[in-house]
């Protein structure tokens, strides 16, 4: 089998144009026994690229591979300054479209916003937004995502926004994706647009959705007042993801458009915090949504995650009625099992799920009791330094007079068995229990 695989390496690249010492050089550098090895051979082709940029008259089907070979060099975590003006030129004269999308993905790892290369794009990028090819467009769009500056705003913004009714859903997605990146700036020059941005979150198409999406979790999180009446159209689109109406291509692991789903929850659950009409239309929701989830699925637990965020932002009173319901619906019961789990990642998920939650649950609900205490302060003896100290954290905020005893206990003994080499964490167990101690100094004298 081993001997076919140079076969089929040349085969690809010479259907793709690329030449066959750029596979020979990829081949030696995966081949590398040690790092300096690999360092040497990217220094000899770096040196080989710079003779060769030098030289007059190279076609773009060359140039296209030195660039992509540069790439290749620049991901490694080499110097390729040298290049970058090669890179600009390869959008400029590209005459295919293998050529300037190669150019475009150069410039988008070469340069950023404020390099002083980016303005010499903004003639070729308004040249290819205006194109009839779609490739192209989205090349161009996908450049401005990474190269959006204050000098390029004028010369582009509308021709970005034109391709918001663009009749291909994969540019339309590109340009949602551009205002995403100039909201984090120039929020004042997409006023115009919330009405649009309202359209197209019932516009059909799950990757528009998904982009707009993320352009509203950043609205929300400025203002969730001026939001609240999208509640109904994201309860609808949820509801319709839950079942399964998205193409069978965004399912991932069995679960229908996770990502989708985990932004509206998000969503949801930023509009919910401290209104009780919005809380009392979703609980219900999230509470479906949740037990939807519950397949074993790693995607899966991040939506469940979510659902169990929204969740502990709802108002009061909503919160009150769910978290009396069943054990198996039960958040907290929830995050029981995430801690009860061998994976130390889901191990993770419950601490971090857990300091979401109120802590007057933690001492009202059905769930709290001496049992679920030793499973927290348990993970205090896991290998893992992140969750010892995750879990040092948590206990440091759940501790109350009920249950200073057991926690400064674990703490203690952990302190024993934590090897003298590891000074930060005897570090943090010292100061956390002296400082527990002092909270609460009648309780603490009566463990002796």
């Not at 144009?17 to 050089?25: A, C, D, H, P």
């Not at 965020?309 to 769910?322: F, N």
Request: charged residues 25%; contains cysteine; glycine residues 4%.
């Amino acid at each position: 089998m081993s001997s076919q695989i140079p076969t089929i390496f040349n085969s690809t690249f010479l259907t793709s144009g690329l030449s066959k010492r750029f596979f020979e050089f990829i081949t030696k550098v995966g081949e590398a026994r040690s790092k300096q090895e690999e360092d040497r051979y990217v220094t000899e082709e770096l040196t080989y690229l710079k003779n060769k940029l030098n030289q007059p008259d190279i076609s773009t089907n060359k140039m296209k591979d030195y660039i992509t070979r540069l790439v290749y060099c620049d991901m490694l975590g080499h110097n390729v300054e040298f290049g970058h003006i090669h890179a600009v030129k390869l959008v400029q004269s590209a005459k295919g479209l293998w050529e300037k999308r190669v150019g475009y993905l150069a410039c988008s790892l070469f340069l950023h916003e404020t390099h002083e290369l980016s303005i010499m794009l903004i003639n070729t990028i308004q040249k290819d937004l205006r194109s009839s090819n779609h490739l192209e467009v989205c090349a161009a769009l996908t450049a401005l995502c990474q190269l959006l500056n204050t000098e390029m705003i004028p010369a582009v913004f509308g021709l970005v926004e034109e391709k918001l009714s663009h009749p291909k859903d994969i540019v339309r997605k590109k340009a949602v994706m551009v205002f995403h990146r100039l909201s984090r700036d120039k929020p004042e020059l997409m006023i115009h647009l919330d009405e649009k941005f309202r359209q197209m979150l019932s516009g059909g198409d799950p990757g528009v959705l998904g982009a707009i999406l993320c352009l509203f979790i950043d609205f929300v999180k400025e203002d969730p007042s001026k939001y609240k009446d999208l509640v109904p159209a994201l309860v609808n689109i949820l509801e319709q993801v839950l079942d399964r109406y998205l193409p069978r291509n965004y399912d991932y692991h069995g679960a229908p458009a996770p990502w989708i789903q985990i932004k509206i929850i998000q969503i949801l659950g930023m509009l919910a915090q401290d209104d009780e009409k919005i809380s009392s239309e979703i609980g219900q929701l999230i509470v479906h949504t949740l037990k939807k989830a519950e397949n074993g699925v790693d995607c899966s637990y991040a939506i469940i995650f979510e659902c169990i965020r929204a969740l502990a932002g709802l108002h009061s009173r909503v919160l009150t009625t769910l978290i009396h319901k069943p054990s198996h619906l039960n958040p907290l019961s929830i995050i029981t099992r995430f801690l009860k789990s061998h994976n130390h990642n889901l191990k993770y998920l419950g601490l971090i799920a857990l300091s979401e939650i109120d802590p007057v649950w933690w001492v009202e609900g059905e769930w709290w009791g001496e049992e679920q205490m030793r499973i927290i302060v348990d993970c205090l003896e896991e290998k893992d330094d992140s969750l010892k100290r995750k879990t040092l954290d948590l206990l440091y905020m759940m501790v109350n007079p009920q249950n200073i005893i057991i926690i400064v206990e674990k703490m203690t003994e952990v302190l024993r068995t934590t090897p003298t080499t590891d000074v930060f964490l005897r570090k943090l167990l010292v100061e956390r229990i002296i400082e527990i101690c002092g909270k609460y100094p009648l309780r603490y004298l009566e463990m002796f």
